[in-house]
C-alpha cells in the first residue's frame, strides 16, 4: 500500500527548496495559547450547537471544556488568531489544531461522528491564518496536519496484570487515522505531522494510513514524523532507542524526523544529534519550553529556549525548528532569529521528491 509512484503534493518542490536554503520554523504549541484564554464550557461548545462546515450538527452530553481541537468548529477565528501570531512571529509551517482529532481521542467526548468535520476545518482554519500572514507579509506558510498519538497504545497492554492485553490494535489506529487524514487532505493540509510518538506501532499505522489517504486522492503529501522520549536513559515509551526509531520509520521516506515535546531541548539534544547522525532525511525538533512545574507551567523564557535551540542549529542537527507544550508566540519569534543566524544541516540523502 506504500506507494512512491504516485505524484506529489505542488507544496513538496517549494518546501524541499526552502528547506536547502534555511533552517525552516514550525509554530508554537497550541493547547497551552487556549489555556490562557480561559474558556468555559459554553465557549467550547459555541453555546451549546456543535455543527460542522456543512452545518452538519454534532449532538452530544459529554462536558467539552479541554477539548481544544473542537474551537476549530466553535471558536475558529480565536484558533486562527492564534496561528496568525505564530505565522507572524516566524513561522512557516502552521500545524493544525487537530492532535486530538481521531475516533479514539473523541470517544472521550462523544464526538466520534465529528471527526470529519474537525479536521477538514481544522486544516481551513491553518490555512487561513497562513494566508493572512502571507497578505501582510508576503511570505508562504505551510499546514501541517497534525496528527496525534492518540490516547491508547498498540504495543503495550495498560493492565499490569495481562501483558498480552491491548486496547487497541493496527487495523483500529489505521482506520481511525485514515479517516482523519482524508479530512486534512481535504481541508488543504500540505504536509502530514505524526507527532509526539511515544509507540511506533502507533506510528506505523498514521503511516500506512497516509499512504492509504493518498492513493485516494492520487497524490503524495511529505510527510513529518516527530517522536517524543519519555525517560531519561533517551527511549520512547514503547522501548526504542533514536537509532531504533528511525529505522522502523524510514520505509515512509518522509520529509522530516525528529523529536518534540517531553523533556525540553536541554534533555533532547543527544537524543536529536543521534537521529541526526543515522537518518537521510531532514530533522526537526521542536521542544517544550523546558519542564512544567508543580503548577502544570512553563517556565523557560523565549530567550531560553531559543539559546538552547540555537545549539542544535550551530552544531548542524537541524532543518525545521520550533516549539511544543509552553511555547508562545514570543518563543517563536526568539527561536526563528536564533536559528536564522545558522546553515541548515546537510542531510545525507535529499527527502524523496
Ligand atoms: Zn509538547
New binding site residues.
Given amino acids: 500500500m506504500i506507494n512512491f509512484a504516485l505524484p506529489v503534493h505542488e507544496s513538496f518542490a517549494a518546501l524541499q527548496r526552502a528547506a536547502l536554503e534555511r533552517i525552516l520554523v514550525l509554530d508554537g ?1 497550541m493547547g497551552t495559547m487556549i489555556q490562557t484564554l480561559g474558556m468555559t464550557e459554553e465557549d467550547f461548545t459555541g453555546g451549546g450547537h456543535i455543527h460542522g462546515p456543512g452545518c452538519r450538527h454534532h449532538p452530544t452530553d459529554h462536558p467539552q471544556k479541554g477539548n481544544n481541537d473542537l474551537l476549530v468548529l466553535t471558536q475558529p477565528q480565536a484558533v486562527e488568531d492564534i496561528q496568525l501570531e505564530f505565522a507572524l512571529a516566524g513561522a512557516d509551517i502552521l500545524e493544525t489544531n487537530t492532535f486530538s482529532s481521531t475516533t479514539i481521542a473523541q470517544a472521550d467526548y462523544g464526538l466520534e461522528g465529528a471527526v470529519h468535520d474537525l479536521n477538514v476545518a481544522g486544516a481551513r482554519v491553518a490555512r487561513r491564518a497562513g494566508e493572512r500572514a502571507q497578505q501582510i507579509d508576503g511570505k508562504p506558510r505551510y499546514v501541517a496536519g497534525a496528527v496525534g498519538p492518540t490516547n491508547r497504545t498498540a504495543s503495550i497492554s495498560p493492565d499490569v496484570n495481562d501483558p498480552g492485553y491491548r486496547a487497541v490494535t493496527f487495523d483500529d489506529l489505521r482506520r481511525a487515522y485514515g479517516q482523519q487524514i482524508d479530512g486534512l487532505i481535504e481541508g488543504g493540509a500540505d504536509l502530514i505531522l505524526i507527532e ?1 510518538i511515544f509507540d511506533t506501532l502507533n506510528a506505523k499505522a498514521a503511516i500506512f494510513a497516509a499512504f492509504e489517504s493518498f492513493a485516494k486522492v492520487g497524490r503524495r503529501l511529505p510527510i513529518m514524523i516527530s517522536g517524543t522520549i519519555t525517560d531519561a536513559s533517551g527511549r520512547t515509551l514503547s522501548g526504542q532507542t533514536p537509532t531504533a526509531f528511525w529505522h522502523s520509520v524510514r520505509h515512509a521516506r518522509p520529509f522530516t524526523v525528529g523529536l ?3 523533556l525540553g531541548a536541554d534533555a533532547m539534544r543527544p537524543h536529536l544529534a543521534e537521529i541526526a547522525g543515522v537518518a537521510e532525511c531532514f530533522t526537526c525538533a521542536y521542544p ?1 519550553a523546558g519542564l512544567p512545574n508543580a503548577f502544570g507551567q512553563y517556565d523557560e523564557t523565549p530567550e531560553q529556549t531559543a539559546a538552547l535551540v540555537e545549539v542544535f542549529a550551530r552544531d548542524g542537527l537541524i532543518n525545521v525548528a520550533g516549539g ?2 509552553g511555547t508562545t508566540p514570543d518563543h517563536i519569534r526568539a527561536i526563528a532569529e536564533s536559528v536564522a543566524r545558522h546553515a541548515p544541516r546537510k542531510s545525507k540523502v535529499l527527502a524523496d521528491a
Fill in positions: 504549541a509526539t518534540n515535546c517531553a517544550n511544543c507544550c
